[in-house]
DNA sequence: GCGACAG
DNA sequence: ATCTTGTCGC
């Protein structure tokens, strides 16, 4: 029997490769749903998720937190650490931060209706960013905001808030490029699961009021934030 | 082979 | 993602 060295075995999980995953997104991707939000008036509660790593780079904070419409006032809240388990490479990010999000999500004692993540939903190599990954492993409603690309073409929008462009990839729309404060860089907006492109920017442009990104998503941010201030990942618990 | 590349 | 204070501009 093979002997491993602590300082040869990897931080990650080396069982699961990066060619299994993209196999996984490509088996999931058929159970991303586009058809727009049924009953998007009974959508009461609209969650921001988020991950970050602690100073050490060793665990993975994730964290979720909900506001309520029609207000948009924070009502609850979770967060949560588990070991880094996957490297981050660009077009497989969800297998390094959706577990540690969907164990915060456990955690939320009020069941959202729909949630903002993070990142790309449909507007990935292969349509199944962390936004839609997440929305087929949850079934709830996801959108994706990222604060950059990761592929597709979009000219730019008007300065004005509330102006945004089609993404493409060839002849298929795959996301939107919003303009949610003027005059600030936009945000590339994509449906996730079960909500429409017209659903995907109508919500993000709804819940940012006064930042580049939508208050749910800020909020899960600075939360994340704090707690790295607190548990920078000198210990282990 | 070269460039791009969410967080 | 993270390392980080003040600073330029509306």
């Keep these: 029997m093979k002997k491993k060295s602590a300082r040869t075995t990897p931080p990650y999980r080396a069982d699961f490769s990066a060619r299994e995953a993209i196999e996984r997104q490509k088996e999931l991707a058929g159970d991303v749903s586009l058809q727009p939000t049924a009953t998007p008036n009974a959508v009461r509660h609209i969650a921001g998720v988020d991950a970050s790593i602690t100073r050490d780079q060793k665990q993975m904070i994730g964290t979720v937190v909900v506001f309520a419409l029609p207000d948009l ?12 388990v996957f490297p981050y490479i660009p077009g497989l990010l969800s297998f390094r931060e959706l577990p540690v999000v969907l164990e915060a999500l456990r955690q939320l004692e009020t069941e959202p209706d729909l949630l ?11 349509r199944f960013g962390i936004a839609s990954h997440l929305g087929v492993v949850s079934g709830l409603p996801t959108i994706g905001c990222a604060k950059s ?13 509330g102006e945004w462009t089609m993404c493409m990839d060839g002849s298929e729309r795959i996301g939107s490029l919003v303009r949610t404060r003027s005059g600030v860089k936009p945000v590339w907006v994509s449906p996730g699961h ?24 800020r909020a899960a941010h600075q939360l994340a934030s704090s707690v790295r201030k607190q548990r920078g990942g000198y210990q282990a618990t």
Excluded: F, N
């Design 116 to 126: 903002l993540v993070d990142g790309q939903g449909i507007a990935h190599p292969r």
């Design 73 to 84: 006032v924070e009502i609850d809240s979770s967060h949560t650490m588990q070991p880094v």
């Design 194 to 217: 079960r909500v429409s492109h017209e659903q995907a920017v109508d919500w993000i442009l709804r819940t940012a009021t006064r930042y580049r990104l939508p208050d749910p998503i």
């Design 149 to 161: 690309r990761l592929t597709g073409t979009c000219d730019e929008p008007g300065m004005a808030k």
